[in-house]
């Protein structure tokens, strides 16, 4: 069997980075980015104040509290068209443009007025003090959001603030996937004897939307051939086919025999990891194919694993979360020789150390266990007994595309 490795390279090996298109910024929230965005303008384009008061000129502060002469106002998108001379001021706003002359803002807080004149009661300590100069921001041509990056909420109020309306992101991987079995209906349903909620389909379709992709469900295909074949037909058109269940050894598992008719190029079946040992991998038509375990648990685990590094290659996905590193916190016993990925807790000391704790039952078909996790502790094959506080590796659950 492959390691978990071994079996990551041969699927993003296998996918390839889908086309760009063109969105409107109100619709770039989570996508990703296909070129880099440069801004089409300064910000802010002149020196503007950073608080309401009064600019001046330094060279006039030099006395103990002096008196100036204001010649006018300037407001934000109401610039003061004379320059302020020697002795004089302008009453200024927040985000108000410099009247020529100036460059130095008074606080109105340290000042007296009286009539048109106003002493400066408390001087600013700098030259330049509550003034933010042309370009602080950014300047027109500088590339603030780089190709690859999934677009955040604010991001998506910095392009605006670059005046870019429109912008290039990758398109969204249209998945198809199908559940298989007899037992399955679909929720709602009623649930007659031996048969179980097709939680998979629902749970896929969410796994996918949150991996940056398309979902498209083909439904429940019955454990027959004609129907599994009649059923796949419907993945025409996809990026990906994704099955889940139908996989393992059994003479109900019909996938590879389905397949198998109609052209399927198997590149590996079976990975030395717990949950998810059955997982198939390959093209049909062209179009890759991963086929998942059927058990909720192993089908969740190997999605954040297999499906994840695939929709991340076709997207482009630049700087994706990955594994990370925390302390145990509780006894783990020695493992076999698959790769174990155990669904755990996951806290913060007082210090800021990540503790990771495991759940005491790790059976692959137990959902709400599944659900409360934060994240996977990754056991090597044949690792040793581990004691509370040891270091482990771990792959965080919190993952998705839809961020502030």
């Avoid at 880099?36 to 008061?53: I, Y």
């Avoid at 103990?64 to 302008?90: C, F, M, N, R």
């Avoid at 020789?337 to 790790?362: C, I, N, S, W």
């Avoid at 692959?364 to 409360?372: I, P």
């Amino acid at each position: 069997m492959l390691s978990v490795t071994e079996a990551l390279e041969k699927v993003t090996a296998g996918v390839d980075l889908l086309p760009a298109e063109q969105v409107s910024l109100g619709d770039a929230l989570g996508r990703v980015l296909a070129e880099d965005v440069t801004s089409t303008l300064t910000h802010p384009p002149a020196a503007v104040s950073a608080m309401d008061g009064y600019a001046v000129r330094w060279a006039d502060l030099t006395e103990d509290k002096p008196v100036l002469t204001v010649i006018g106002e300037s407001a934000a998108g109401h610039i003061l068209d004379d320059a302020v001379g020697p002795g004089q001021a302008a009453r200024i706003f927040t985000g108000a443009a410099l009247p020529e002359g100036a460059d130095t803002i008074v606080i109105q807080e340290d000042t007296e007025r009286d009539g048109d004149r106003i002493a400066v009661t408390d001087k600013p300590k700098e030259q330049g003090e509550f003034v933010r100069p042309a370009g602080l921001d950014f300047s027109e041509g500088e590339v603030l959001l780089s190709a690859g990056r999934v677009v955040t909420a604010r991001d998506v109020g910095l392009a605006a603030a670059m005046n870019r309306p429109w912008l290039m992101v990758r398109r969204r991987p249209r998945v198809a996937f199908v559940a298989t079995g007899d037992e399955v209906v679909m929720p709602g349903q009623p649930v007659g004897p031996g048969q179980i909620i097709s939680s998979n389909s629902l749970a896929l379709a969410a796994y996918i939307t949150a991996m940056g992709g398309e979902p498209v469900s083909l439904g429940i295909a019955r454990d027959t051939m004609e129907s599994l074949a009649e059923t796949l037909a419907g993945a025409r058109g996809a990026d990906m086919l994704v099955t889940m269940g139908g996989a393992s050894v059994g003479d109900h598992d019909l996938v590879q025999q389905v397949l198998g008719g109609r052209g399927f190029e198997l590149d590996f079946y079976k990975i030395a990891m717990r949950p998810g040992k059955p997982l198939i991998f390959g093209h049909i038509d062209g179009t890759p194919m991963l086929g998942l375990p059927g058990n909720p648990v192993s089908t969740g685990v190997t999605s954040a694993i297999f499906l994840r590094a695939a929709l991340t290659k076709m997207l482009g996905i630049v700087g994706a979360p990955s594994e990370g590193a925390a302390r145990l916190g509780g006894d783990l016993p020695a493992n076999g020789k698959r790769e174990d990925y155990m669904r755990a807790a996951l806290t913060t000391t007082e210090d800021g150390h990540a503790v990771a704790t495991a759940f005491p039952r790790q059976d692959s078909a137990m959902l709400a266990g599944f659900a409360r996790a934060e994240c996977l502790i990754i056991r090597p094959p044949h690792a040793e007994a581990a004691k509370a506080g040891d270091l482990v590796r771990i792959l965080p659950l919190g993952f998705g595309m839809l961020r502030f």
